[in-house]
């Protein structure tokens, strides 16, 4: 690896950290990027003949900070920044700001830093545009591919969700414990909407936005490093890690969505498999249930599974169950008859997801699960009716796909049985 | 002598490298374990999982308290170890830096080991 691309790594580890704390010195968002900014610049500049400092964080938060209050001086025409010779050797002022990261205190920076950009006031596209630019670092560039939007498009999101900020005014005092964890609530809530932007990327937008499953996890890590002891916070990590283990397996070569059923599971990534079901296991020691939680142990359940064929259907359902109480919601339910119609057949299931029509019926996977249940049934017409409406709600191109396909395969088995049927009589 | 070598580096450093970075270290470590091993000198190796995937029993009590997370929060992690058969302490050195050819960054602790076992749990 060349010196270029482990500081790059470097400087984006250690970006939460060092805006979290220029933003406390400044309480300025846009003052605490420009530094961070400036101290990356100085960092490409002075590490590849020096070396990296010991601790990269710290040089960074202290180079960050000068040049800021320098910018600031230099307008009212004071003192000029030592030259790079001088700054590059930081050791003495390095260890008296470790000691300092080292409390605590650090902890609350990140959090009130991730939670002004998850802030509940914002809606979940700016907080996910907030927390992939601020907090992750990607560029506006980088961000508006993902989201399919002009580059101009995103800066004004972000621009707009900066002045929404500024005037909702996150205190800067330490938080109490109920404001803590609900800041963790909302924060661990962003991380998910990003793990499933990118989730839900197919076709050609996988390439660009496959990468926010790997900033989902790595927030998710951060959060789990600062709050060791958090069980939904160790639920998100395994949810995300068990679910991303899949993604080799989840698209064919043209892009178009491989079922569940139908993935080559050695294509399955069992590295973040295993990290996944350690992460459960601490999680579940903990005895406080919670919907990541239960949503993980559900992703366990099926990485586990040697084929679909295996798979422990019954505990599915029950945990399905447990987190329709937890999270109720009629997806929830949609799940839940999933896996019901394996446990008790399609009838059970057709029952279970009928009095959920009105309030699904703009869902996708309502009309996809309905026509699926209906062929098994042999309804043939009822079930294409649900398909077609499937294909009328689709989000994309690759479920729209998927669903002709199955379309296909319905009309196609039903000309085989009928043809059958002729050549019998 | 055994030697125990184990492996710090900076974990979020290590976590946010790319999969390409990660798995161009990796090829490269084979062809230097590859080396030691053809040399009749390596023994187990092990890469952990990120310290949050760490539990801690701390034992100075009764009964012993379970902890999430690493023992210690050091600024750079114990991200896995080797057991290497030097002749002398500068053989391990000269392991431990044809390793770090392979995987620049972070620190390679260098310990004789007192007691060994290869213990029986399988593979």
Redesign the interface.
Same mark, same amino acid.
């Given at each position: 690896m060349t010196d270029l691309t482990w500081i790059h790594a470097a400087l984006t580890s250690a970006r939460p950290q060092v805006v979290a704390a220029l933003l406390r010195y400044f309480r300025n968002l846009d003052t605490a990027e420009e530094a961070f900014q400036e101290a990356c610049l100085r960092a490409l500049k002075t590490w590849p003949a020096n070396g990296p400092p010991r601790d990269p964080s710290s040089w960074l938060i202290m180079v960050g900070r000068n040049s800021a209050i320098d910018a600031a001086r230099r307008q009212s025409k004071q003192q000029p920044l030592p030259a790079d010779d001088l700054i590059s050797n930081l050791d003495d002022a390095e260890a008296a700001l470790a000691d300092q990261l080292d409390g605590a205190g650090y902890r609350d920076d990140i959090l009130r830093l991730l939670f002004i950009c998850c802030h509940p006031e914002l809606p979940a596209t700016q907080q996910i545009a907030m927390a992939l630019r601020v907090v992750c670092g990607l560029s506006v560039a980088q961000i508006a591919r993902a989201f399919l939007v002009s580059e101009s498009a995103m800066e004004q999101r972000i621009t707009r969700a900066k002045a929404r900020i500024g005037k909702a005014e996150v205190p800067f005092e330490v938080p109490g414990a109920v404001e803590r964890s609900e800041r963790l609530a909302a924060v661990a809530g962003t991380i998910y909407l990003i793990f499933n932007e990118g989730y839900s990327a197919s076709g050609d937008t996988i390439s660009d936005r496959g990468a926010l499953c790997d900033e989902g996890i790595r927030l998710a890590r951060l959060l789990l490093r600062l709050f060791p002891s958090e069980p939904e916070i160790m639920g998100l990590t395994a949810l995300m890690l068990l679910q991303h283990a899949r993604a080799a397996a989840r698209f064919d070569g043209e892009g178009a969505i491989i079922l569940l059923e139908d993935q080559d599971r050695s294509l399955w990534n069992r590295r973040q498999i295993h990290e996944g079901l350690a992460m459960l296991d601490k999680a579940i020691r903990h005895r406080r249930p919670g919907a990541y939680q239960i949503q993980a142990a559900i992703a366990g359940l099926h990485a586990n599974a040697k084929t679909f064929d295996q798979t422990d259907w019954a505990q599915i359902e029950a945990l399905y169950a447990s987190l329709e109480v937890v999270q109720p919601s009629p997806v929830v339910s949609l799940n839940r008859a999933v896996a019901l119609s394996k446990v008790r057949g399609p009838q059970a299931a057709l029952d279970m997801i009928e009095p959920l029509a009105a309030r699904l019926s703009g869902y996708f996977y309502f009309f996809g699960l309905k026509g699926h249940l209906l062929k098994q049934l042999g309804r043939v017409d009822d079930a294409r009716e649900a398909f077609n409406h499937a294909i009328s709600l689709a989000n994309s191109t690759a479920e729209a796909a998927h669903i002709r396909n199955q379309l296909d395969r319905l009309m196609k088995d039903n000309s085989l049985a009928e043809n059958h049927k002729i050549k019998k009589n | 002598m055994q030697y125990a070598i184990l492996c710090y580096h900076?974990e @979020?450093?290590v976590?946010?490298?790319s999969k390409e970075?990660d798995d161009?270290?990796m090829s490269k470590l084979m062809v230097v374990h590859e080396r030691i091993a053809k040399a009749g000198k390596l023994g187990p190796v092990a890469r952990l999982?990120?310290?949050?995937?760490a539990?801690t029993l701390r034992k100075d009590q009764d009964p012993p308290l379970?902890? @999430?997370?690493p023992f210690a929060?050091t600024?750079e992690q114990l991200l896995g170890f080797y057991i290497v058969d030097g002749e002398s302490l500068d053989d391990a050195l000269n392991i431990a830096r044809d390793l770090a050819t392979a995987n620049?960054?972070g620190a390679y602790e260098i310990r004789p080991i007192m007691f060994y076992e290869t213990g029986s749990a399988a593979k």
């Amino acid at each position: 690896m060349t010196d270029l691309t482990w500081i790059h790594a470097a400087l984006t580890s250690a970006r939460p950290q060092v805006v979290a704390a220029l933003l406390r010195y400044f309480r300025n968002l846009d003052t605490a990027e420009e530094a961070f900014q400036e101290a990356c610049l100085r960092a490409l500049k002075t590490w590849p003949a020096n070396g990296p400092p010991r601790d990269p964080s710290s040089w960074l938060i202290m180079v960050g900070r000068n040049s800021a209050i320098d910018a600031a001086r230099r307008q009212s025409k004071q003192q000029p920044l030592p030259a790079d010779d001088l700054i590059s050797n930081l050791d003495d002022a390095e260890a008296a700001l470790a000691d300092q990261l080292d409390g605590a205190g650090y902890r609350d920076d990140i959090l009130r830093l991730l939670f002004i950009c998850c802030h509940p006031e914002l809606p979940a596209t700016q907080q996910i545009a907030m927390a992939l630019r601020v907090v992750c670092g990607l560029s506006v560039a980088q961000i508006a591919r993902a989201f399919l939007v002009s580059e101009s498009a995103m800066e004004q999101r972000i621009t707009r969700a900066k002045a929404r900020i500024g005037k909702a005014e996150v205190p800067f005092e330490v938080p109490g414990a109920v404001e803590r964890s609900e800041r963790l609530a909302a924060v661990a809530g962003t991380i998910y909407l990003i793990f499933n932007e990118g989730y839900s990327a197919s076709g050609d937008t996988i390439s660009d936005r496959g990468a926010l499953c790997d900033e989902g996890i790595r927030l998710a890590r951060l959060l789990l490093r600062l709050f060791p002891s958090e069980p939904e916070i160790m639920g998100l990590t395994a949810l995300m890690l068990l679910q991303h283990a899949r993604a080799a397996a989840r698209f064919d070569g043209e892009g178009a969505i491989i079922l569940l059923e139908d993935q080559d599971r050695s294509l399955w990534n069992r590295r973040q498999i295993h990290e996944g079901l350690a992460m459960l296991d601490k999680a579940i020691r903990h005895r406080r249930p919670g919907a990541y939680q239960i949503q993980a142990a559900i992703a366990g359940l099926h990485a586990n599974a040697k084929t679909f064929d295996q798979t422990d259907w019954a505990q599915i359902e029950a945990l399905y169950a447990s987190l329709e109480v937890v999270q109720p919601s009629p997806v929830v339910s949609l799940n839940r008859a999933v896996a019901l119609s394996k446990v008790r057949g399609p009838q059970a299931a057709l029952d279970m997801i009928e009095p959920l029509a009105a309030r699904l019926s703009g869902y996708f996977y309502f009309f996809g699960l309905k026509g699926h249940l209906l062929k098994q049934l042999g309804r043939v017409d009822d079930a294409r009716e649900a398909f077609n409406h499937a294909i009328s709600l689709a989000n994309s191109t690759a479920e729209a796909a998927h669903i002709r396909n199955q379309l296909d395969r319905l009309m196609k088995d039903n000309s085989l049985a009928e043809n059958h049927k002729i050549k019998k009589n | 002598m055994q030697y125990a070598i184990l492996c710090y580096h900076a974990e @979020d450093v290590v976590c946010a490298w790319s999969k390409e970075q990660d798995d161009a270290v990796m090829s490269k470590l084979m062809v230097v374990h590859e080396r030691i091993a053809k040399a009749g000198k390596l023994g187990p190796v092990a890469r952990l999982m990120p310290t949050t995937a760490a539990t801690t029993l701390r034992k100075d009590q009764d009964p012993p308290l379970v902890l @999430d997370g690493p023992f210690a929060e050091t600024k750079e992690q114990l991200l896995g170890f080797y057991i290497v058969d030097g002749e002398s302490l500068d053989d391990a050195l000269n392991i431990a830096r044809d390793l770090a050819t392979a995987n620049p960054g972070g620190a390679y602790e260098i310990r004789p080991i007192m007691f060994y076992e290869t213990g029986s749990a399988a593979k």
